[in-house]
């Protein structure tokens, strides 16, 4: 574990002490580490192949794309 030494303004205090009495944390490290963890899953969603958009694309306007069986097209895309 890592300490570190941080300043914060009294808006960020106050979130954090909020963060941390809303799931029963011990401290705002915690609290912190909650924060944390829910930007992690925001900026790590599933990133989506420039291709697959070109497709996408098609397929608003109109054009068709065979895709094969489901199974085929989760293999394609990578979908899990």
Known sequence: MVKALINIDED???LLALI???FGLKDKSQAIEVLAEEYEDLISE???RPSFLKK???I???HKI???TLEDFKKMYSIR
């Open 56 to 58: 996408l694309k098609k």
């Open 66 to 68: 065979r895709v094969g």
């Open 46 to 48: 599933h990133h989506v």
């Open 20 to 22: 941390k009495a809303q």
């Open 12 to 14: 960020t205090n106050r």
């Open 60 to 62: 608003e306007k109109g």
